[in-house]
């Protein structure tokens, strides 16, 4: 039997016309973009060429995005070089319990450096309002960082509604927009952002660049010193291959309405044959979520037992955040969610990509009803 992979929010294999890509500027574009023989305006003109089809994807300048190591690098330069430079502003940061790590763990170092950050809890639904942030605000408020898609729910947050309510204040708004980037419509005139972070191996590219998107009417200093790469904004000779092979990503996306409705049918499919099997189960967030992540709480299953049955049988999926999922520590973002840990150490993460098929979700189902048995029975 084939393996079945249904980890893609942890990340997404390299589409093959991606890899070509990559292959052919590593053999044939070795050239700085710094330089001006005739090798570095090649490679600029790459550089150049890729930077417009991704500021094009989110409605951005091109100037106004530079290109960085990947999401966790961009979520730490916009929010330690944003609290840098606006700390004369204030020291009040506001953001939720359930970013990801690549936020949480900036923010306590901002703390530890006399930054107060306020987190705000998340409903049962695993949502952030905008009335939530609006009554956070405060006169000494510099920054505002709230993700736009949960990687461990799928959950969308409102960040339309939350730009609303940031423009008008002091406050720099950031979005991580990792695990939305290809599933949801981005436009940052529309939402109101400030700051936008992505990475390229969540979208069947390259797991060694990310971008972020900088308001051009916002300075910040250069995270890593150095050069003058990317207008002084990120020192370092620009990866050229792999930004082609993020660019080629990015242009090979399918319509984000179409891959919403299949994978809510992938959804409807689980639950409904959990159901139909009597298997005792719960949604953690919202199963209408437009996104590819389905969390389930399996009543009296331990996760880690689960996940290694499945694991022997060729079904690869998660116990939540792939950057903590080895760790024995449970999902902060359950916790935050829900006060009961039997739900928190019993939930699972399926999530689905552009290989997926309904026979492949079918097989997956069928296992999982059987393990589930098995595992009630022993218990």
Not at 217 to 237: C, H, M, N, V, Y
Request: proline fraction near 3%; include cysteine.
């Amino acid at each position: 039997m084939n393996n079945i992979y249904l980890n893609y929010a942890a990340t997404t294999p390299m589409d093959e016309k991606v890899i070509d890509v990559i292959t052919e500027e590593m053999k044939n574009d070795f050239g700085n973009a710094s330089t001006p023989d005739f090798t570095g305006r090649k490679a600029k003109a790459t550089l150049q060429k890729s930077r417009k089809i991704i500021s094009n994807r989110i409605n951005a300048q091109e100037k106004e995005i530079i290109f960085t190591s990947g999401g966790s690098e961009s979520n730490n330069t916009a929010i330690i070089s944003t609290a840098e430079a606006r700390s004369k502003y204030g020291k009040h940061i506001i953001s939720t319990q359930i970013e990801h790590e690549s936020v949480l763990k900036p923010l306590e170092y901002l703390e530890s450096q006399g930054f107060e950050v306020t987190y705000l809890k998340p409903n049962r639904q695993g949502q952030i309002t905008a009335d939530q942030v609006e009554n956070a605000l405060r006169d000494d408020t510099i920054l505002v960082s709230v993700m736009m898609v949960n990687n461990e729910t799928g959950v969308v947050m409102p960040i339309k509604e939350i730009g609303e309510v940031v423009k008008n204040h002091q406050a720099v708004f950031h979005t991580d927009a990792v695990q939305a980037l290809g599933m949801l419509n981005i436009d940052v005139k529309e939402l109101n952002v400030d700051l936008l972070s992505t990475s390229a191996h969540k979208i069947y590219g390259p797991k060694f660049l990310g971008t972020l998107y900088i308001n051009d009417e916002l300075i910040l200093p250069s995270f890593i010193r150095g050069g003058d790469q990317e207008t002084k904004r990120r020192a370092g000779t620009e990866n050229i291959p792999g930004i082609a092979g993020f660019a080629e990503a990015i242009e090979r996306l399918e319509d984000s309405q179409t891959l919403v409705k299949k994978y809510q049918g992938y959804k409807n499919m689980i639950v409904e044959t959990l159901s139909q099997n009597n298997i005792d189960y719960d949604v953690n967030g919202l199963i209408d979520s437009p996104t590819h992540v389905l969390n389930i709480w399996l009543k009296g299953i331990q996760r880690d037992i689960l996940i290694t049955r499945l694991d022997m049988v060729g079904v690869a999926v998660s116990g939540g955040s792939a950057c903590t999922a080895g760790s024995l520590e449970p999902s902060h973002v359950l916790k935050a969610m829900f006060d009961n840990e039997d739900r928190i150490n019993e939930s699972i993460r399926i999530s689905f990509g552009k290989m997926t098929t309904e026979d492949e979700l079918q097989i997956f189902v069928d296992k999982l009803v059987d393990i589930v048995k098995e595992l009630s029975k022993e218990n």
